[in-house]
């Protein structure tokens, strides 16, 4: 069998590759344009040589004619949504689907939420296999191969889209996928500078801080790369303390595989209090400076 990596992280593409290799006898991994990879993680890496002002989506129509070419049996593709446009592309074009937000792939029988997380579901693929899933679900390996290169030529999409404008996105500084401990930041958080609180109990359990949806699209006082939920991030850490989120199904489904789940909100009919494993009623203001102090 041969398997093909699609990541737009470098970091996540070594963790696909590895995982690919259980898959798989040959593994392949694309890079796209300048992307630096980590040396040794797949048998070749397939450099795209993108135009300068080329946008990462328009790389589908090259995808396409690279799996034309090396015939891939499975395509893993990190869950990020430029990755998730190209391969809905390439799914059209092998008039297949995508088997998204798979968090256990076991001997073809991928694993994943649907409905928004009210039902799990598996599946199996018929012909080419697409997959979005984090390097996670294969658990912790290590890539292997001799990353020889080969270049792939730009194919020109018909319909190109055009670049008007562009400007840095902060970064988290903790990959969140990889974090054992998290705290999520809800809406009951009134005002941003009340955020200090969050990052200090972060900094006492050594967290990553996550967030529910509204305080990304809504105030943007975190950046959407936090945010947890059926669009965003699907996590399964060791500890996840939920501070001042009501636990509605869209922010739950992103969380409710963690292995024991902390809740923390002044309403005592809050939903999340029939999810959690512990909960405690009271204001975040109060609870959280003696809790940072109690640690």
Not at 75 to 100: D, Y
Request: aromatic share 6%.
């Amino acid at each position: 069998m041969k398997a093909l990596v699609l990541a737009e992280h470098s970091d996540r593409a070594a963790g696909l590759a590895a995982g690919a290799r259980t898959l798989a006898d040959e593994t392949l991994v694309v890079a796209f344009g300048a992307q630096e990879l980590p040396a040794n993680i797949a048998d070749t890496v397939i450099r795209i040589d993108m135009p300068a002002d080329a946008v990462l989506d328009d790389a589908a129509d090259t995808v396409i004619s690279i799996v034309n070419d090396k015939s891939p049996d499975v395509v893993l593709v990190e869950p990020v949504r430029r990755m998730k446009s190209i391969a809905g592309k390439l799914a059209a074009h092998h008039k297949t689907s995508v088997i998204t937000d798979v968090f256990a792939l076991n001997e073809g029988v991928a694993t994943s939420m649907y409905f928004g997380g009210v039902g799990i579901r598996e599946q199996k693929a018929g012909g080419l296999a697409i997959y979005t899933l984090n390097p996670e679900v294969f658990g912790e390996l290590t890539p292997s191969g001799e990353n020889k290169t080969e270049h792939a030529a730009w194919v020109q999409p018909a319909q190109p889209i055009r670049l008007i404008s562009s400007k840095p996105k902060e970064k988290s500084e903790v990959n969140l996928a990889k974090a054992d401990c998290i705290v999520a930041a809800g809406r009951g958080f009134a005002q941003e500078e009340e955020l200090g609180l969050a990052w200090a109990l972060c900094n006492k359990l050594d967290a990553g801080l996550a967030c529910s949806r509204p305080l990304t699209e809504g105030v943007n006082w975190l950046p959407t790369e936090r945010y947890v939920g059926v669009s965003g991030l699907m996590l399964s850490p060791k500890t996840y303390v939920a501070v001042g989120i009501s636990g509605q199904m869209q922010h739950m489904v992103g969380c409710n595989r963690a292995t024991t789940l902390f809740a923390i909100n002044k309403d005592p009919n809050a939903p999340i209090f029939k999810q959690c494993d512990y909960g405690l009623v009271g204001d975040l203001k109060v609870i959280l400076p003696a809790l940072i102090e109690a640690l």
